[in-house]
């Protein structure tokens, strides 16, 4: 079983940074795949950036792609989420998710991830 905490949230102005953050308990980190979700209100939870487990691939959304970065420390267990140059439509729940499958390619699926955090919610402000 794996916990997942994610911290790094909050109210933000447009043009803004924030960095996510993402502990994860146990002891097979290196092993898992993760991903940052975001969901905000009335839509959809959408995948935003992904992280293979060897860290060799990742994967970010349109939207979101030139603005964020996705990286992880394996001797921390945690995965970062480095968000610049904000816009209020980044707005949401951000959720760390992580997976059991070891595959060579970043995952972008919810149906890939095993394990959820609670969320973190980001607050972008025009």
């Known amino acids: 079983q794996v916990q997942l905490v994610e911290s790094g949230g909050g109210l933000v102005q447009a043009g803004g940074s924030l960095r996510l953050s993402c502990a994860a308990s146990?002891?097979?980190?290196?092993?898992?795949?993760m991903g940052w979700f975001r969901q905000a209100p009335g839509k959809e939870r959408e995948v935003v950036a992904a992280?293979?487990?060897?860290?060799?691939?990742?994967y970010y959304a349109d939207s979101v792609k030139g603005r964020f970065t996705i990286s992880r420390d394996d001797a921390k267990n945690t995965v970062y989420l480095q968000m610049n140059s904000l816009k209020p439509e980044d707005t949401a729940v951000y959720y760390c998710?992580?997976?059991?499958?070891?595959?060579?390619?970043?995952?972008?699926?919810?149906?890939?991830?095993?394990?959820w955090g609670q969320g973190t919610q980001v607050t972008v402000s025009s």
């Open positions: 992280i293979s487990w060897s860290g060799g691939s990742t």
């Open positions: 146990g002891r097979s980190f290196s092993s898992y795949a």
């Open positions: 998710a992580a997976g059991r499958r070891r595959m060579a390619i970043a995952t972008t699926a919810m149906q890939g991830y095993d394990y």
